[in-house]
C-alpha cells in the first residue's frame, strides 16, 4: 500500500520516530548518568596510577565497579563500558542530539579535538534530510565493519567474513563462477587466473596418481600424462606473456646502463631458444639438445 512504512502509514510513522528520539534521549541521559557514576566511585587514571583522593583503596577498580553494577541491577561490562564512554566525552562535549551510541562509537577517536570535532559534524543522511548521525555512518568514521553494507568493499568485506571458512568459501566461489560474467572478469585477474591454473594441475597430478595406483590401463595413464604435459606447457607460455605484459609498459623511461641491457639481452637469447625447443618437440617430436642449445640455456652460452 502506498504511504506506508511497515504495517503503519507514512505519517505514523514520523510520530514514532519523534517518540523514539525522545525515548533515546531519555535513556542517553540515564546511560551518562551511570557513567559518570561509576567514573566518580572509580575515576579513569593512566595505567599504573594510583586513585586521584590518594587514599588507601579498599577495592580493586574491578570490585568496586561490580559491586556497583551489581547493586544497582547492571552487568559489570556495562557498566565499565558507561565509564569508560564518560570518561571520553567531557560534559560540556556531549551532544543532546546523539544517542549515547553513538557517541561511543566516536569514543573510539584518539584525538580528541578531531573526536569533539566529529561528534558535530554528522554526515549526510543516506535516506536525505538534514544530516543525522547513524550507526552505520558513526562506525565509517572510526574504521569498523558496518552492519549494512553499501559500497562494493563493504560488501566484499561482509562476503569475506561470512566465507572464512574454506567450505563455505569453496561453494560460494562455485556457485559465482557458474555465472558467466562473473567468471569472465574473475579469470581477468592475474592471480585468480594462475590459482586456478594450479589448481587444475595438481587435480589432474592426483587423478593420474590413482589411475597409477590402481593399475589403469597403460592408454588411460598415458593420456592423463599428456593432459598434464599439455597443461603445464600452456600455463609455463601464459605465465610468461602475463608477466612481461606487467612489466614492460613500466620500463617508459627507464635507463639501463651497458650491463644491464647485455644481461637482458642474453636472457632473451636464451627464451627464445626455449621457444624453439618447446615448437620442435610439438611440432615434429625432436625433444633432443644439441651442445650448442644445452650451453645457451644453462646460462654459459655465448
Known amino acids: 500500500m502506498a504511504g506506508m512504512v511497515g504495517s503503519v502509514t507514512r505519517q505514523r510513522y514520523d510520530e514514532l520516530v519523534e517518540l523514539g528520539r525522545g525515548w533515546v534521549a531519555e535513556m542517553s541521559a540515564v546511560q551518562w548518568r551511570l557513567g559518570d557514576a561509576a567514573g566518580e566511585i572509580e575515576p579513569m587514571r593512566a595505567h599504573g596510577g594510583v586513585n586521584p583522593s590518594g587514599s588507601e583503596e579498599l577495592f580493586t577498580v574491578g570490585e568496586a565497579l561490580r559491586m556497583f553494577a551489581e547493586d544497582v541491577g ?14 571520553r566525552w567531557p560534559k560540556e562535549h556531549r551532544r543532546a542530539d546523539v544517542s549515547h551510541t553513538i ?23 543516506p ?14 568514521i572510526v574504521g569498523w565493519k558496518v552492519d549494512t553494507p553499501e559500497s562494493v568493499q563493504e560488501k566484499v568485506d561482509a ?44 587435480r589432474f597430478r592426483q587423478e593420474a596418481a590413482f589411475v597409477h595406483d590402481e593399475a589403469a590401463p597403460l592408454p588411460q595413464l598415458a593420456r592423463m600424462e599428456h593432459n598434464l604435459q599439455f ?29 644491464e641491457r647485455e644481461t637482458v639481452l642474453h636472457g632473451l637469447s636464451r627464451v627464445r631458444a626455449s621457444a624453439d625447443w618447446i615448437e620442435n618437440a610439438v611440432t615434429r617430436g625432436e625433444v633432443d639438445l644439441d651442445e650448442q642449445l644445452q650451453k645457451l640455456l644453462k646460462g654459459s652460452g655465448e
Not at 559489570?76 to 564518560?86: F, K, L, N, S
Open 103 to 125: 557517541h561511543k562509537i566516536l569514543a573510539s577517536i584518539p584525538d580528541e579535538e578531531e573526536r569533539f570535532e566529529a561528534v558535530a559534524s554528522p554526515p549526510a543522511h
Open 231 to 259: 597443461m603445464d606447457l600452456v600455463a609455463a607460455c601464459t605465465q610468461f606473456v602475463v608477466t612481461a605484459g606487467r612489466i614492460v609498459p613500466n620500463l617508459r623511461g627507464t635507463p639501463f646502463d651497458d650491463a
Open 127 to 140: 535516506r536525505g534530510g538534514p544530516a543525522r548521525w547513524t550507526h552505520d555512518s558513526a562506525k565509517r
Open 74 to 87: 547492571l552487568a559489570y561490562t556495562t557498566v565499565r563500558d558507561y565509564r569508560w564512554v564518560a570518561s
Open 159 to 202: 562476503i569475506h567474513d561470512l566465507a572464512a571458512d574454506d567450505q563455505v568459501a569453496a561453494k560460494v566461489t562455485t556457485d559465482f563462477l557458474r555465472r558467466p560474467a562473473v567468471a569472465s572478469k574473475a579469470m581477468a585477474d592475474d592471480t585468480a587466473r594462475h590459482a586456478v591454473n594450479e589448481a587444475q594441475f595438481d
